[in-house]
Every structure is written in structure tokens, then in C-alpha cells.
């Protein structure tokens, strides 16, 4: 047999098994009880208009804070463990190694208890000043190395004609790596974002008030007081609204880059 002819029917298999399986899933699901359960009009209309005015919102807020107070950070962070100061290049990188080792709902916890505990402070903004704290400082991990990445990707020459010019190493790394290390590193970059998104649904746990509820949270209330799961099908929706257009952002940047190479 051809290996043309194989890899035909290697194919035709894999399209038969899955449409084998959606039919399965077809005649074997109970589409009653999915109806009943996740598209209940009573507890949809329960969430109408909050999930969308206040949970949807927050979670956009909180997103936004988190990822720019951790690229803030995480760029200091690249910077420091790519210097030729070795006390800066061992605290970023233990930092680094910390938070990606730690989980971040650990991180939160932390913030939200342990710490006012042990130093008497609190954090601004109270619970979700605490949990959105933690947050920058976990994704700063992540961003960091992603940076550092960027940043050594930029070929050398570029740096050399930038110090043959008579650039100074500091106006060389921001006018020239800086530019062209984000532009490479635009897509994960764009995935990390899509990470904090999700992780957002760990704030629940350094508690929170009824106007600062996110996604998750307000599903998960809501499902507590109307007993059915709509509401949180609902957010879960909400956050694939949100996310799967950055993820197919993320998508189209790796094809233009690629098509650029």
C-alpha cells in the first residue's frame, strides 16, 4: 500500500471515530436534564443584569490591574536577572523561582492573612487589594522570564550597531532591544494575560464584598441561593466571551510571525 494511500485512510479512521463519538454523545446525553440544569430561564434571569454590569466587570478590572502591575514588575525583574551585577541577577532570580514554584491561591491567602498577621499591615483596598497584590506578584514571575526571553532573543548585531553608533547600553536596551524583544514576545505575552484571566477566580479566597464579586464568585452565589447550576455555566461562558477572542488573537500573531520568518 502507498504510504499516500495510509495516511488517507489514517484519516478517514480518525473522522469516523469522532463522528462515531458526537452521535454517542448525541443519544446518550439526557438533553432534558442539560436543559433544566444549565439554561434555567429562572436563575438566568437572576443573574441579568449583575453577571454582565458587575462580575463580567470586575473581572475585566482586576485582569487589567494584575497584568500591568505584574509587566511593571516582571520588567524590572528581567532586567535585574540579565545584569551584570550579580546581587540583582541572584534576587530576581530568586524571586522568579519562588513565586512560579508557589500556587498562586497560596500567594493570595498569604496576602490576604498571613501577612497582616505577622506585620500588621494590610494591603490598600482591603481583600481584593490583598488578592490583586498576590496576583502581580505571581504573573511578574512568569512575565519576567518570558521578558528575559524576549530580550535574548534580539540578535547581537543589533546591539553592536547600536554601540558602534555611540548609544549608551542603557539608551541601547530601551530604544533598541526593549522594542524589538516585546514585539516577539507579543503572543505569550498575550497567553499570560489570558492565565491572569482565568486566575482571577482565586480572589474568592481573600473574600469579598457583593459589588467585588468576579465571575466565578458570582456564579458560585448565585448557584447557592437559586439550587441550579446556571449561573455558573453562565460565567463560565462569560469567560470564554472574554478569552477565546485573545486566544485567537494569539493565533494570528504566531501565523503573521511566522509568515515574517
Excluded: C
Excluded at 436543559?35 to 434571569?45: C, E, H, I, M, V
Excluded at 485582569?63 to 534576587?91: C, D, E, N, Q
Excluded at 540578535?155 to 539608551?171: C, D, H, V
Amino acid at each position: 500500500m502507498k504510504p499516500s494511500t495510509r495516511r488517507r485512510l489514517f484519516r478517514g479512521t480518525l473522522y469516523a471515530v469522532f463522528v462515531v463519538v458526537v452521535v454517542l454523545v448525541v443519544i446518550v446525553a439526557d438533553w432534558e436534564a442539560v436543559r433544566t440544569s444549565f439554561l434555567d430561564p429562572g436563575a438566568a434571569k437572576a443573574s441579568w443584569p449583575e453577571i454582565v454590569t458587575t462580575a463580567a466587570k470586575n473581572t475585566v478590572l482586576y485582569t487589567f490591574i494584575a497584568f500591568l502591575g505584574g509587566l511593571a514588575l516582571g520588567l524590572v525583574l528581567a532586567l535585574m536577572k540579565l545584569s551584570p551585577v550579580a546581587p540583582y541577577r541572584w534576587v530576581a532570580t530568586g524571586y522568579i523561582e519562588l513565586f512560579r514554584g508557589l500556587p498562586a491561591l497560596l500567594v493570595i491567602f498569604g496576602f490576604a492573612f498571613a501577612v497582616p498577621i505577622a506585620f500588621a499591615w494590610r494591603p490598600p483596598g482591603g481583600p481584593i487589594g490583598a488578592g490583586l497584590l498576590a496576583l502581580i506578584i505571581v504573573s511578574a514571575a512568569y512575565i519576567a522570564e518570558t521578558i528575559r526571553a524576549g530580550i535574548q532573543a534580539v540578535p547581537k548585531g543589533q546591539i553592536e550597531a547600536a554601540e558602534s553608533l555611540g548609544m549608551s547600553p542603557s539608551w541601547t536596551m530601551v530604544s533598541v532591544v526593549l522594542p524589538q524583544a516585546f514585539r516577539i514576545i507579543t503572543p505569550p505575552l498575550t497567553n499570560e494575560l489570558v492565565i491572569i484571566i482565568k486566575d482571577t477566580s482565586l480572589l474568592f479566597a481573600a473574600g469579598m464584598a457583593l459589588g467585588d464579586r468576579e465571575l466565578t464568585t458570582f456564579g458560585r452565589d448565585l448557584t447557592s441561593q437559586t439550587a441550579s447550576p446556571t449561573p455558573l455555566f453562565l460565567a463560565a461562558l462569560g469567560y470564554l466571551i472574554i478569552t477565546v477572542p485573545l486566544t485567537q488573537l494569539v493565533a494570528h500573531m504566531e501565523r503573521r510571525q511566522k509568515r515574517g520568518q
